[in-house]
């Protein structure tokens, strides 16, 4: 049994605080009675309906996909290119748990479960995600540590991190960087080279939690097991 308004928000009708606006304003019955009672009980046996519509909780989906370059971490997109969303096939409403950008590679999430991507997106939550970054020149140890301690981006210290070299390779002058961040600011590993000037080059995420790209080629995917699910519910 669960509050009416968390039923019709998991059901993908409204958010919880318009749920409530439709309860109080009488377009919701159950079993075919009228209620405006906000946090009465339902469950799945209880027909809800909202405006005459029949409301049916969607089946929850989750799925891990090898993101490819040049696709969109979004639903939408208002220019029409490809996204992240379009290379899943399901015909239930999944989005990302989080972002990459346009040209970033590697582990993205989708689901159609918002309180697990309320979990993993909450300021508060610990996921840690492991890139690999190549950037221009030589990236040096005293770098790897300013950046691992914490600088101010946009007046904020980045929490602790990790920064390691990996790879230098001379002839073009490029390094290859280990990431390991726990936040999920927008741009974030970008930005934190450029703060010291360095360029990214390529950037490709290579494990978010436990998770990594194993046996995924570049635009597939899999779907997570219960286990995996789990797992992911229970991090903190
Ligand atoms: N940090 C970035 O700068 N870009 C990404 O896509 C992910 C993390």
Do not use: W
Request: proline content about 2%; aromatic content about 8%; hydrophobic content about 35%.
């Amino acid at each position: 049994m669960e509050r009416l308004q968390k039923f019709l928000s998991e059901c993908g009708v409204a958010s919880r605080r318009r749920s409530e606006e439709l309860i109080l304003s009488g377009k919701v019955t159950v079993n075919g009675v009228v209620v405006k009672t906000l946090g009465t009980k339902v469950s799945d046996n209880d027909l809800v309906s909202v405006n005459g519509k029949v409301v049916k909780r969607d089946i929850k989906e989750y799925y891990l996909l090898y993101k490819p370059r040049g696709v969109i971490s979004s639903v939408k997109d208002e220019k029409n290119r490809k996204t992240v969303v379009d290379l899943v096939h399901t015909s239930s409403r999944i989005y990302p748990i989080g972002r990459l950008d346009y040209d970033t590679t590697g582990i993205i999430l989708l689901t159609n479960d918002g309180e697990l991507s309320n979990l993993l997106m909450h300021p508060k939550s610990n996921v840690s995600k492991e890139y690999i970054a190549k950037v221009k020149g030589f990236f040096s140890k005293d770098d790897a540590l300013l950046l691992s301690k914490g600088v101010l981006l946009n007046g904020k210290k980045t929490k602790p991190a990790l920064f390691k070299l990996k790879k230098y390779d001379k002839k073009s002058d490029t390094s290859y960087v280990k990431v390991v961040i726990s936040e999920g600011r927008n741009h974030q590993v970008k930005d934190m080279f450029s703060f010291l000037g360095y360029n990214v080059l390529k950037l490709k995420r290579e494990k978010y939690a436990f998770l990594d790209l194993s046996g995924l080629k570049s635009g597939e995917y899999r779907k997570l097991s219960l286990k995996e699910v789990r797992q992911l519910y229970s991090l903190k």
